[in-house]
């Protein structure tokens, strides 16, 4: 049977079914945020630890030059391996009808006849490999997915300069390939990057490697000392011509996708409650003020007998009603955006399976983090209502202690009408109110700026990298080190405009205790076509002697300008030099290092030889060009600059417009729970005041300004707040990201300002209208009569 405090409850929240609603919105938005970031996180990170236990990912990779296959039972005696897996890893390029340049890709080999001991194969389609064949592949899910590959299909791969026709057996996954970038990329291309498994012995004998191996992979025993591991394949392979044996965190792959699931932890654990916050700061200001309005309907629930906890507990019900309403709504909106991120996901970490779940023990901790804020919020309104005596209850408030305001006694007051003195009056006699409120408009326009802050970095990632660094339209890998010749060579093509040679070569940089791999960049001297500039569009000059570092490797290696740091080759002689530092720069990606071709190529004691060669090339002639250079058997891959500006804005444009969709939608609902929750307060604490000069002869127009004055202040002074607040998130996300992946500045467009500033106005502009309908439909003689 209900009792007679459900009815008041049920008769309450029937009169506050505006404030109910938009209030049950923002908690929604707080959990619904967290839902989908959580749930998104716990889905890739199962899916994850499953593929890669499943599928036995390995723990230390490395590669090198050419060993004898008896220094893999070294490398077994290494104390804390467990499993060793040596194999061929090579490079090919697949010139594919599909597309204008080849492809390139990796030649792994697998055992003929049995399964890899790790990193092992999930057939998406197709057979595995038949060990009595020697022309058959299986080839990557992403890139057969984007050719229309299928088993039975023959693809042209040149394999050591021989272009051969192999029959595809399978369509395959592997854990060592979620993320699918060559080596040294920047990005993902699932269109011109595959990955091609064969027979260990066909693939052996294609690049004289039989009975040695280029590539291992270490799985470590539990308890295992990865450090110590690592050094000690280092010293094995030393050699063998090691390049440096890195550890899963460090794999290529994987590091990106753990990079993405801190993104979304940081993000999980920041927004969310931003929304929980303002949700506890309406519920305060909403309770205290029906706590005010009902002071005699307490009285009289207090003198027929309810004790103090039952009436507190009738507003923490309130409350909770509130928040489970906001809960409904917010695990059901969660659930729906979880899958849906989780669904574009999938267009770049390749699962065998990857599906959303909605773990309970994610939504109930939403939900109950949403209830804890919520009662945080009630409990001083739930008090106030244990502490108001009976007899004092009866009687209306006392009036509060009014003096002449600062603008009053300034005498600044004369300029102002009297409808802006009422609105000024107010504020100035109240401004903890004020403060908050703007504070709780202030994060909807915050969360604008973050929504929207990754279309800025990306446009000025794209116009620094793409459009100033690099000048060229096509960029040519050749398959090793060749005589800058081949630079004259590239230039007498047809339809070419200009040709710069690049030289790089994979370094270990060690100071001390402190190392890290790196390559250097060697840029032709007086070039044009490649210049290393800073994250903000910066030139810095290549020196006539030493390397210029990245400023975070300087800081890695603790090294400073001036000093020198010890160089070790990982190719050639494979020499140990020392090299000066002789400046740093603040450029975008990675860990990389700089220096003149003429530089570079005094410090490695060689002849005039590239790596690269970089084309200006008449947009007429650029297909044709093309053409010719798929047919050089010296050339690993072509690259068009504007393949790669495509391809990063096809990565991130989706993930883009439903951030700022959802970001969009969020704000504008704190904005308007904010605003029109304030708005509805003050109508009910201010109706008999405004009925009041409506009597006394001002119109509609007049007492809406009073009311809605006030509101107005708050939003202009949420505006800056917002501002600041939100690029000050922004760069503690953007201090949260693996600076040794990439760093971008914090660099906000005036348009994303704009653009949040105005989506806070508009809702709050919204909200504004709905109580002034409210307003004009005020019941004067019914306000009159009220003694409150």
Do not use: C
Not at 48 to 60: F, H, I, L, Q, T
Not at 131 to 149: C, K, Q
Not at 315 to 321: F, I, P, Q, R, S
Not at 718 to 728: F, K, N, Q, R, S
């Amino acid at each position: 049977m209900v009792n007679t405090l459900d009815k008041k409850l049920f008769r309450d929240l029937s009169r506050m079914g505006g404030q109910v609603v938009t209030i049950a919105l923002v908690v929604a938005a707080g959990i619904a945020g967290y839902v989908t970031m959580r749930g998104t996180y716990a889905s890739l990170t199962y899916s994850k630890d499953a593929y890669y236990e499943r599928y036995r990912m390995g723990d230390v990779f490395a590669h090198l030059a050419r060993a004898p296959s008896s220094v893999a039972d070294q490398l077994l005696a290494v104390e804390g391996v467990a499993t060793v897996y040596p194999r061929v890893l090579e490079v090919a390029t697949i010139p594919v009808e599909t597309l204008a340049e080849p492809a390139s890709g990796h030649l792994v080999s697998v055992p003929a006849g049995s399964r890899p001991l790790l990193n092992d194969l999930y057939i998406r389609e197709g057979r595995y490999l038949d060990p009595a064949r020697t022309d058959e592949v299986l080839v990557l899910e992403s890139f057969a997915a984007e050719h229309e590959l299928a088993p039975g299909d023959r693809l042209p791969v040149v394999i050591n300069g021989i272009l051969r026709h192999l029959v595809i057996a399978g369509i395959a996954m592997s854990p060592e390939y979620v993320f699918p970038m060559p080596v040294g990329g920047i990005s993902a291309d699932a269109k011109r990057f595959a990955v091609l498994w064969m027979n260990e012995d066909a693939l052996s004998a294609a690049f004289e490697m039989e009975g040695a191996f280029d590539d291992v992979v270490l799985r470590l025993q539990p308890g295992a000392s990865e450090a110590a591991v690592l050094a000690d394949v280092d010293r094995i392979l030393e050699p063998w011509g090691g390049l440096g044996a890195v550890s899963r965190s460090k794999q290529q792959s994987n590091m990106i996708l753990e990079g993405e699931l801190l993104q979304l932890a940081n993000f999980a654990n920041v927004v969310p409650f931003i929304f929980l916050g303002v949700a506890a700061f309406l519920l305060n200001v909403v309770l205290s003020r029906m706590v005010h309005l009902q002071r005699s309907q307490i009285a009289a629930l207090k003198a027929v007998g309810y004790p103090d906890r039952a009436i507190g507990f009738h507003y923490m019900k309130l409350v909770t009603v509130i928040v489970i309403l906001g809960a409904v709504i917010g695990v059901a909106g969660g659930s729906w955006l979880g899958r849906a991120f989780t669904e574009m996901y999938t267009m770049y970490f390749r699962f065998p399976m990857l599906v959303y779940r909605l773990d309970p023990m994610v939504a109930a901790t939403g939900i109950g983090i949403s209830l804890f804020a919520a009662l945080v919020g009630a409990l001083a309104a739930a008090r106030r209502v244990a502490r108001l005596p009976p007899a004092e209850a009866m009687r209306p408030p006392a009036p509060l202690s009014f003096k002449p305001t600062l603008l009053e006694r300034s005498g600044f007051h004369r300029l102002l009408s009297p409808g802006a003195r009422m609105v000024l009056r107010e504020i100035e006699r109240r401004p903890f109110r004020l403060i908050l409120s703007s504070v709780g408009v202030s994060m909807a326009v915050a969360i604008m700026i973050v929504g929207r802050f990754n279309v800025d970095a990306m446009e000025q990632l794209i116009r620094v990298q793409f459009h100033e660094a690099w000048g060229e339209d096509v960029s040519v890998t050749f398959l090793g080190p060749v005589p800058d010749r081949a630079v004259r060579d590239l230039a007498h093509l047809p339809g070419v405009l200009h040709v710069e040679g690049m030289r790089s070569v994979p370094v270990r940089f060690r100071n001390e205790h402190h190392f890290r791999d790196s390559v250097i960049m060697g840029y032709q001297d007086g070039g044009t076509l490649r210049r290393p500039l800073d994250s903000v569009g910066n030139e810095t000059i290549l020196p006539g002697e030493g390397v210029v570092l990245s400023r975070k490797l300087a800081e890695i290696l603790e090294v400073h300008v001036g000093e020198t740091v010890v160089t070790e080759i990982r190719e050639g002689d494979r020499a140990v030099r020392e090299l000066l530092v002789a400046d740093v720069i603040d450029d975008s990606f990675g860990l990389m290092a700089y220096m003149r071709l003429s530089t570079l190529q005094s410090f490695l004691r060689e002849e005039a030889v590239v790596t690269q060669g970089l084309m200006r090339i008449d947009p007429l002639a650029l297909d044709d060009i093309q053409n010719r250079l798929k047919e050089m058997p010296a050339v690993q891959s072509v690259l068009r600059k504007q393949t790669i500006i495509d391809m990063f804005h096809k990565q991130s444009a989706d993930i883009m417009i439903a951030m700022t969709a959802i970001m969009t939608l969020f704000a504008a609902v704190i904005a308007v729970g904010v605003v029109y929750n304030n708005a509805r307060v003050a109508l009910s604490m201010r109706a008999r005041d405004l009925g009041s000069l409506r009597v006394l002869g001002f119109s509609r127009r007049e007492i809406s300004a009073i009311l809605l004055g006030e509101l107005a202040v708050q939003l202009v002074l949420a505006v800056p707040i917002g501002l600041y607040v939100g690029t000050w998130m922004v760069q503690g996300i953007m201090d949260a990201v693996d600076p040794e992946q990439y760093r971008l500045p914090v660099i906000i467009q005036n348009r994303t300002y704009a653009y949040a500033a105005v989506v806070a106005l508009a809702s709050g502009f919204a909200s504004a209208l709905l109580v002034r309908r409210k307003l004009d439909k005020l019941d004067l003689i019914a306000v009159l009569k009220t003694r409150t």
